[in-house]
């Protein structure tokens, strides 16, 4: 007998007919004996359609009351999935974050799971119930509800996943596993049967949904084996694990992140301290920035170009401008928040030279204008317009997976 936990999304159970599909595949893998701890994401659109009912309120919603709002989406989910394996003959019980045993921190829309009290789990497995819990959620030392930021319920499964030493952790989505680029943007994307934490976790952070990159991260500091697949085909997925089987591939895919603005503050002096204040102005603000740049001008001045999060643009140029630039004549601050971050990632590019050049010699065949540039040992991203992002990725995906 295995401890199996299987996590269902969003458009898995966006409905009556997808609600009682998954009970019938969890039924499946009860009734072979398993005990099984399931964890579901709210219906469909769900989370977005409350997002959208707070801003007809206050667009700046207080994020306790955020937090109390979007819970909810997954509190329908879990009590109708345990009402539909009632129907099928299971007993089965659904829990909370917080009755769950979810301890997180006290980050209110993007709190961090501190820890899996395990007792209620494990008391309700004993009397052989299948336990349903609301994924995304927790509970924070004020007792307030608390949510993992979007997408949060992979993480809430894999870290019940490490809590219980479970057996297998299947993340079950609407596509059949991980593939070579989104499979709904690049028709002839390539499943893959297997993919290491380290390039799941870049492809992940780099834009590819399939997976959220802080449930990638528990997986691999606790070694749990991850399985994503279809809850609609009877397929065979994608394994997400230490050290996939096959020799290490060139590249495993393409990924494209929309939600980027790029900042550039132009005209500053060349002297040293400007990059540490204008940086640890943004870090007290809680804005993280991704790609840097810095260029030197004429007359001894010089620009830093970086990244943000699109959400965060205007915010970061109201802090530069307000405490910073204005102190200097002929400084400016410039946002653009229609860019795009494309990349490629791949363990293989450690050991091959010319990935790069192969990259940018296809972007340049397509007339796709790099703006910025930024590599690790297993990936490089470039910047662009984001009028052009699908195809960018498009004829990266021909340029590395044409002879596969
Ligand atoms: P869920 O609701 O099950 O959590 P998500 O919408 O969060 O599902 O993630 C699944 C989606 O991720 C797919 O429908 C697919 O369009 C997208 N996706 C992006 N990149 C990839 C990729 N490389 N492999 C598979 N799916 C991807
Ligand atoms: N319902 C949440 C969201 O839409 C959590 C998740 O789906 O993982 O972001
Ligand atoms: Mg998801």
Redesign the pocket.
Known sequence: MSLIVQKF??SSVADKDRVMNVASIVADTYKKGNDVVVVV??QG????DLIAKYKEIDENASNREKDML?AA??QISISLLAMALHKLGCPAISLLGWQAGFATSSSHTTARIKKVDTSRLKAEIAKKQIVVVA??QGLNKYDDIT??????????AVAIAAAMHADLCQIYTDVEGVYTADPRKVPNAQKLEEISYDEMLELASLGAQVL?NRSVELAKKFGIELEVLSSLTHKPGTIVKEKPKMEKILISGVAKDTDIARISVTNIPNEPGFAFKMFSLLSAKNINVDIILQSIGRNNTKDITFTVAKDNGAKAVEILEKNYINKYDGAQVLLDDSVAKVSIVGSGMESHPGVASDMFEALADAQINISMISTSEIKISVLIDADYADKAVRVLHDKFFSEV
Do not use: I, M, P
């Open positions: 999304g969003g994401s709210a659109d769900t989370t977005d979007l989406g997954e994924g995304f949510t993992l930021g979007r997408g949060g319920s992979d993480t809430s959220n």
